[in-house]
């Protein structure tokens, strides 16, 4: 069993829907990171939190650290947010363990 | 310039070759990592390192080996390349100045053929 399971693991949205991704992890965690990494390749990282909700722009993130689950809301989805989006939580020595992603196509 | 830098982007080789992946970092972060992404896998962790003197084997260390070589350089080698090392491979910085959230390179894609 993975410790890190995401769904969906594809995603079709229409531009300005609401967009969730849920992310459920078995392992102890400091903090959960959510990770954005485009066609090209690149990752950047989205939010890092270990408790409560985080906004930024049209992205929120929430974790609930009793139930080991997060997050991941796009408000108002646009073309350019089409990406591979990875839960990654935090462990012991700060390690990151990683999701297999979601992948979010936003058609126009 | 970017924070994490990676190079090569891109490379080919042959089996058989040695090749290093070098890692720079203007982030001043004392923790730096290497993971490698393969299709329909997520990243997986091959080496890390806390400061200049302290090398980690993460969990696919196997034909891969390290060098820190300064705070700010974090280099990978594959000793003796084989076809199921061809992946994606990230270069991540992360410090408790900057509440451990990781900085990621642009990735290098390495073809072993």
Known sequence: KNEVEQSPQNLTAQEGEFITINCSYSVGISALHWLQQHPGGGIVSLFMLSSGKKKHGRLIATINIQEKHSSLHITASHPRDSAVYICAPQGAGNKLTFGGGTRVLVKP | ?????????????????????????????????????????????????????????????????????????FSLSLESAIPNQTALYFCATSDFTAGYGYTFGSGTRLTVV
Request: with cysteine.
């Open chain 2, 1 to 73: 310039d970017a924070d994490v830098t990676q190079t090569p982007r891109n490379r080919i080789t042959k089996t058989g070759k040695r090749i290093m992946l070098e890692c720079s970092q203007t982030k001043g972060h004392d923790r730096m990592y290497w993971y490698r992404q393969d299709p329909g896998l997520g990243l997986r962790l091959i080496y890390y390192s806390f400061d200049v003197k302290d090398i980690n084997k993460g969990e696919i260390s196997d034909g891969y080996s390290v060098s820190r070589q300064a705070q700010a350089k």
